[in-house]
C-alpha cells in the first residue's frame, strides 16, 4: 500500500497561536481524505472530511491539492484542549481502505 | 449517536494462547475493518471485509489472524497463537458506504506476557 507521510513533530505552540499541518500521499488514485485526532490510548475520532474546495469547520481548516497530492489542515485560535495527535487518512488502493499516516503531535501550552 | 463497540476494552494473554477480539459495528454499515497500534507507532491496516468476506489484508495478517461474522452484528478478530509482537491497540471500524468516513471503535488493548 502506498504511503502517506506526516511531520511527526511535535508542534509544541501557545495558547491562540495558529498552526498549520501538512500530509503528502503518493497513490494519485486517491479519492477522500480526512483528518482525525487521536488523544493518548484512544480510538481515532474524524475531525473533518477534506474537499477539493476546502473548507471550513469553526477553527479548523482543511484544503486539499491534488496536483501536489498534499492535504493539509489549520487550526487557528489554539485551545489547550486541542493538544493531540492529528492523523491524515486518505482511502487508498482498489478498496478504497483508509490509510493512516504516522500522525502530528501537538502540544497547546499555556 | 451510533458507535463501534469493541470488547474487551483491556486483555492479557499468555505467549501461544488463542485471544478473540470482539466488536459490534454500526448497525446499517457495510464495510469492517481491523487496524492494530503498537504503542507509539503508526495506525496500520490489518483487513477490510464486506460481503461476508475478506476484501484486502495486509502482510501483517497471515495465517495467525482470522475475522469472521458469525450473526448481523459481531464482527471478530482471532489470534490463534499470540506472540510477545502482538502486544498492541487493535481498532474496529465501520462504514456505511464504500469510499467515505470510517467510524473507530474504543479499540482493545492486547497485552501478551
Known amino acids: 500500500r502506498k504511503e502517506v507521510e506526516q511531520d511527526p513533530g511535535p508542534f509544541n505552540v501557545p495558547e491562540g497561536a495558529t498552526v498549520a499541518f501538512n500530509c503528502t500521499y503518493s497513490?494519485?488514485?486517491?479519492?477522500?481524505f480526512f483528518w482525525y485526532r487521536q488523544d493518548c490510548r484512544k480510538e481515532p475520532k474524524l475531525l473533518m472530511s477534506?474537499?477539493?474546495s476546502g473548507n471550513e469547520d469553526g477553527r479548523f481548516t482543511a484544503q486539499l491539492n491534488r496536483a501536489s497530492q498534499y492535504i493539509s489542515l489549520l487550526i487557528r485560535d489554539s485551545k489547550l484542549s486541542d493538544s493531540a495527535t492529528y492523523l491524515c487518512?486518505?482511502?487508498?488502493?482498489?478498496?478504497?481502505?483508509?490509510?493512516f499516516g504516522r500522525g502530528t503531535s501537538l502540544i497547546v501550552h499555556p | 449517536e451510533p458507535e463501534v463497540t469493541q470488547t474487551p476494552s483491556h486483555q492479557v494473554t499468555q505467549m501461544g494462547q488463542e485471544v478473540i477480539l470482539r466488536c459490534v459495528p454500526i448497525?446499517?454499515?457495510?464495510?469492517f475493518y481491523w487496524y492494530r497500534q503498537i504503542l507509539g507507532q503508526k495506525v496500520e491496516f490489518l483487513v477490510s471485509?464486506?460481503?461476508?468476506?475478506?476484501?484486502?489484508k495486509s502482510e501483517i495478517f497471515d495465517d495467525q489472524f482470522s475475522v469472521e461474522r458469525p450473526d448481523g452484528s459481531n464482527f471478530t478478530l482471532k489470534i490463534r497463537s499470540t506472540k510477545l509482537e502482538d502486544s498492541a491497540m487493535y481498532f474496529c471500524?465501520?462504514?456505511?458506504?464504500?469510499?467515505?468516513?470510517?467510524?473507530f471503535g474504543q479499540g482493545t488493548r492486547l497485552t501478551v506476557v
Open positions: 471485509f464486506y460481503n461476508n468476506e475478506i476484501s484486502e
Open positions: 497513490n494519485s488514485a486517491s479519492q477522500s
Open positions: 471500524a465501520s462504514m456505511g458506504q464504500m469510499n467515505t468516513e470510517a467510524f
Open positions: 448497525s446499517n454499515h457495510l464495510y
Open positions: 487518512v486518505v482511502n487508498s488502493g482498489g478498496s478504497y481502505i483508509p490509510t
Open positions: 477534506v474537499y477539493s
